[in-house]
């Protein structure tokens, strides 16, 4: 295919569908203790939730998974989704909020652009939970790529936002 076409600057995903086991365990997650608000139900097959009223960020459903194992972690699907908060002190929130409830991280990576915490949810879906630097702290290689890494985010720096 030809490189001609440059997707709109303005483009942005818009929701995350997912396939649960559960309505209520993956509700106990996004909703009890992420913090998500329900929006609605499609009975007790689907269920959509957000953030701020959007009508939904994420969608849960069990149509083709009702009581299904986990989700395999070598398997082809989706790696993560990807939830952005709007500052570090955000970030702190949730991440004290997790620690208080003993809900296990899988990592916890400072990307240069971005911090994030990792986990999955109750159906082993990967989760990322993480903000972005501002743009101008942003560091660039010499032929104009940005310059991200993986290094260990210091969580005892993040909790000290809470200060």
Do not use: C
């Not at 509700?27 to 203790?33: A, E, I, K, N, S």
């Not at 990307?111 to 743009?135: C, F, I, M, Q, T």
Request: hydrophobic content about 35%.
């Amino acid at each position: 295919m030809s490189q001609e076409y440059t997707i709109p600057p303005q483009t942005r995903i818009g929701h995350v569908h997912l396939k649960v086991s559960s309505i209520e365990r993956a509700l106990g997650f996004y909703r009890d203790l992420l913090g998500f608000e329900l929006t609605t139900t499609y009975g007790d097959q689907a269920a959509f939730i957000s953030a701020g009223g959007y009508h939904h960020h994420i969608g849960l459903n069990t149509w083709h998974s009702k009581n299904a194992p986990p989700a395999k972690r070598d398997g082809v699907g989706l790696f993560h989704t990807a939830i952005v908060y709007p500052t570090r002190k955000d970030l702190a929130i949730i991440y004290d909020r997790l620690r208080k409830a003993g809900y296990p991280l899988t990592g916890a990576s400072d990307h240069g652009v971005s911090e994030a915490l990792y986990l999955n949810d109750p159906d082993n879906n990967g989760v990322e939970l993480y903000w972005d630097r501002p743009k101008e702290r942003w560091t660039y290689h010499p032929d104009g790529t940005i310059n991200m890494f993986t290094h260990a985010l210091d969580l005892a720096d993040l909790l000290r936002e809470l200060a």
